[in-house]
């Protein structure tokens, strides 16, 4: 009897997704009609993971502190080397992909005057530090993840005085908090089916005909870090093989995120897989909110493949040190792009300033993002999220608690 009933065990959630997926793919392709209605299951989805995990920051974040017991390490500096080591990694991918396979633009989209973007690194930087002395209602209903880490590292500070039963309600609405984010994140082979369906109904793949060269190299660029640069960044950290926990990451975590296009709606999840690889939690409810704001690998890529296909168009030369500053700025630019689909792409006239690339052209550089954007954001996003739980469990590997 335990063999039967051990045969029909339901799927895994891996398994669920991918089933949603094909499902949604099929709907769309023989009901669009149906498709463009299933499409409110994908945006009550995506709705529910955004609405649960600004919460769930500012608790789990505020009640690992408090709760924190003195010796235990938590390795937050070297996961932030490894951030930074990624994102500056990244761009250098992406300078090279850009060289090896120059790409050209048709620079022929309307500029959208409602779109604004940074004027320099000085601005970027000073948002960035706004977001931290944010209001904290303001930073909730606007998912301001570095408001909600540097108010939840305060309270959680704080609360560390408090006596033994305050600390201990605070750990029970933590584990409450995360309970109904278990909940959410069963709901996701829905919400993927919802997703594909309404996404492949509405746009389809067509639109995509004619950039398909730079949306390749910006594919291809992604694909080579999460297979090639993150793996050897790993084994130099812990001295193991490093693919078998990149590979559980880009599947438990990098395929939630490719549909959601969100990092910051994919937090939860990769909170979860984090429980699930054994982390220790101190380290990871602090380290996984903090990736996904500023370990921007993927939009790293993003800036400087398409600043440089908007000076390979325009016949700017390019010498080496011009192309590593890109690298630099791109990767400064990819933590100041949100957490939300299309977020790296208003860093664009950024890097094209660099150049003196007009912002006229930059924004339209920006607009034939937003076209490749079907496919580059989800790869973009799946990298970024992905990376998050990679970087996590390989700085506590090299402590050795992995």
């Given at each position: 009897?335990?063999?039967?009933?051990?045969?029909?065990?339901?799927?895994?959630?891996?398994?669920?997704?991918?089933?949603?997926?094909?499902?949604?793919?099929?709907?769309?392709?023989?009901?669009?009609?149906?498709a463009h209605a299933a499409?409110?299951?994908?945006?009550?989805?995506?709705?529910?993971?955004?609405?649960?995990?600004?919460?769930?920051?500012?608790?789990?974040?505020?009640?690992?502190?408090?709760?924190?017991?003195?010796?235990?390490?938590?390795?937050?500096?070297?996961?932030?080397?490894?951030?930074?080591?990624?994102?500056?990694?990244?761009?250098?991918?992406?300078?090279?992909?850009?060289?090896?396979?120059?790409?050209?633009?048709?620079?022929?989209?309307?500029?959208?005057?409602?779109?604004?973007?940074?004027?320099?690194?000085?601005?970027?930087?000073?948002?960035?530090?706004?977001?931290?002395?944010?209001?904290p209602v303001n930073a909730?209903?606007?998912?301001?993840?570095?408001?909600?880490?540097?108010?939840?590292?305060?309270?959680?500070?704080?609360?560390?005085?408090?006596?033994?039963?305050?600390?201990?309600?605070?750990?029970?609405?933590?584990?409450?908090?995360?309970?109904?984010?278990?909940?959410?994140?069963?709901?996701?082979?829905?919400?993927?089916?919802?997703?594909?369906?309404?996404?492949?109904?509405?746009?389809?793949?067509?639109?995509?005909?004619?950039?398909?060269?730079?949306?390749?190299?910006?594919?291809?660029?992604?694909?080579?870090?999460?297979?090639?640069?993150?793996?050897?960044?790993?084994?130099?950290?812990?001295?193991?093989?490093?693919?078998?926990?990149?590979?559980?990451?880009?599947?438990?975590?990098?395929?939630?995120?490719?549909?959601?296009?969100?990092?910051?709606?994919?937090?939860?999840?990769?909170?979860?897989?984090?429980?699930?690889?054994?982390?220790?939690?101190?380290?990871?409810?602090?380290?996984?909110?903090?990736?996904?704001?500023?370990?921007?690998?993927?939009?790293?890529?993003?800036?400087?493949?398409?600043?440089?296909?908007?000076?390979?168009?325009?016949?700017?030369?390019?010498?080496?040190?011009?192309?590593?500053?890109?690298?630099?700025?791109?990767?400064?630019?990819?933590?100041?792009?949100?957490?939300?689909?299309?977020?790296?792409?208003?860093?664009?006239?950024?890097?094209?300033?660099?150049?003196?690339?007009?912002?006229?052209?930059?924004?339209?550089?920006?607009?034939?993002?937003?076209?490749?954007?079907?496919?580059?954001?989800?790869?973009?996003?799946?990298?970024?999220?992905?990376?998050?739980?990679?970087?996590?469990?390989?700085?506590?590997?090299?402590?050795?608690?992995?």
């Amino acid at each position: 009897m335990h063999n039967r009933s051990s045969s029909f065990r339901a799927p895994s959630l891996v398994v669920q997704i991918i089933i949603g997926l094909l499902a949604g793919i099929a709907l769309a392709l023989a009901w669009p009609q149906g498709a463009h209605a299933a499409g409110l299951l994908g945006t009550v989805f995506v709705s529910a993971l955004k609405a649960v995990a600004p919460v769930l920051v500012l608790v789990l974040v505020t009640a690992s502190i408090a709760n924190h017991q003195q010796g235990q390490k938590t390795h937050i500096r070297t996961i932030l080397l490894l951030y930074v080591a990624g994102t500056v990694a990244a761009a250098l991918v992406g300078v090279l992909a850009s060289y090896l396979f120059p790409s050209t633009l048709l620079l022929k989209a309307p500029t959208d005057a409602g779109l604004s973007a940074p004027g320099g690194i000085g601005e970027v930087l000073r948002t960035l530090l706004m977001q931290v002395v944010d209001n904290p209602v303001n930073a909730l209903a606007h998912a301001n993840y570095i408001g909600l880490l540097a108010w939840a590292i305060g309270l959680g500070l704080a609360l560390r005085h408090a006596g033994a039963g305050t600390r201990a309600v605070v750990g029970d609405l933590s584990a409450a908090i995360t309970w109904i984010v278990r909940m959410v994140i069963r709901l996701a082979p829905l919400g993927v089916f919802g997703i594909v369906a309404s996404l492949l109904a509405e746009s389809g793949l067509g639109a995509l005909a004619n950039y398909l060269h730079v949306l390749c190299v910006l594919v291809g660029a992604m694909l080579f870090m999460a297979f090639v640069g993150n793996p050897l960044i790993v084994a130099l950290t812990t001295r193991r093989n490093p693919y078998p926990l990149v590979l559980r990451c880009l599947r438990e975590s990098g395929i939630t995120a490719f549909f959601t296009r969100s990092s910051a709606a994919n937090i939860p999840v990769n909170l979860e897989l984090c429980r699930k690889l054994g982390l220790h939690e101190e380290t990871y409810s602090v380290a996984i909110p903090l990736g996904a704001t500023i370990n921007m690998a993927g939009a790293a890529i993003t800036i400087s493949v398409l600043t440089l296909a908007a000076v390979n168009t325009l016949g700017i030369a390019v010498d080496l040190p011009t192309a590593l500053l890109l690298s630099v700025v791109a990767a400064i630019g990819a933590c100041g792009a949100s957490g939300v689909p299309g977020g790296s792409l208003l860093l664009i006239p950024l890097a094209c300033g660099l150049f003196g690339i007009s912002n006229d052209v930059a924004m339209q550089v920006v607009a034939v993002g937003f076209i490749v954007g079907v496919v580059q954001d989800s790869a973009e996003t799946a990298l970024n999220s992905s990376t998050d739980v990679v970087f996590v469990a390989a700085a506590e590997q090299a402590r050795g608690r992995g």
